[in-house]
């Protein structure tokens, strides 16, 4: 099946230096199926781009990918013109919210220093203070010095995700990849973790990939959308992209695309959301 990409006129935020992350004829297949290809993409620094589409369309595969946790089938990657790989300081995660055991013996600085050195053994004497104080920097930009000390699995679900983000944001990435960060969350907890992605991409330009079902809590920070759908794709602005006439053609069924106030509304014609609406915006 040939993929569905943007039009050669489509507006894209200009690359006044090299791409955060670039993807050149990209594809990944899983035995004989090919989840995505031919897949040609470039994300600027401090670029907002949002991944969406149903499940098993290969947004999370993309996430493990750009992690350098899974190889490309076809095609090329690159982080900062480098090949990605397993542990790259350049590259901050945040998962989905996922609860953790009551009984980790683990505090909320433990939790967020994994993100300076979880992927490597052991930490040297000189880089004990320098580390100390940038976990203390992390946990302060996201307002989690409070329960720095407290064990991660006795905090709330938006307490957790709010030390996953300065996780993420420790060791200042290039690159934040965000897999479903708002999934379980409430409006509130939702509305904090969006604003400290954003407020992260503005002041120090990091480029953000943010895979979700829902793009109404991230719709004003969108410039760019990623929308993936059996092995088809569109990339380009939301209002380009999120039409009733575009997703129609992807999922080769009627899709009609609503906006109520300031929220979007994706309906199938067989009456199911495609992609879950939500209360309303961040």
């Keep these: 099946m040939k993929p569905v990409t943007a039009e050669p006129t489509v507006a894209r935020p200009p690359l006044t230096r090299q791409a955060a992350v670039s993807l050149r004829d990209a594809g990944v297949r899983f035995g004989e199926r ?24 290969g947004k999370t595969t993309l996430m493990r990918v750009l992690l350098g946790l899974l190889p490309l089938s076809a095609g090329e990657v690159r982080i900062g013109g480098h090949v990605p790989r397993r542990g790259s300081p350049s590259i901050g995660y945040v998962p989905q919210q996922k609860a953790l055991d009551p009984d980790l013996p683990l505090r909320g600085r433990d939790l967020v220093g994994l993100g300076l050195d979880g992927h490597r053994l052991g930490v040297g004497l000189r880089g004990r203070r320098e580390r100390r104080e940038r976990v203390d920097a992390a946990l302060a930009a996201v307002g989690g010095a409070a329960y720095a000390h407290a064990p991660v699995g006795r905090l709330s679900g938006g307490e957790q995700q709010r030390l996953r983000v300065a996780q993420a944001l420790v060791g200042d990435p290039d690159v934040l990849l965000c897999d479903e960060p708002l999934l379980s969350l409430d409006l509130s907890h939702q509305r904090t973790v969006t604003r400290l992605i954003d407020e992260r991409r503005r002041v120090h330009d990091t480029a953000v990939l943010f895979v979700t079902h829902e793009i109404n809590p991230v719709l004003p920070l969108v410039d760019r959308v990623l929308y993936l759908v059996n092995g088809r794709f569109r990339i380009g602005p939301t209002e380009d992209v999120m039409t009733s006439s575009v997703l129609s ?32 915006t961040a």
């Design 34 to 57: 090919a989840l995505w290809a031919g897949l040609d993409l470039d994300v600027a620094p401090g670029e907002f781009l949002a991944v969406l589409g149903p499940n098993g369309s």
């Design 249 to 280: 053609e992807l999922y080769g069924t009627e899709v009609d695309v609503l906006r109520v106030r300031d929220r979007l509304v994706v309906v199938g014609a067989d009456g199911r959301d495609h992609c879950h609406t939500g209360d309303e």
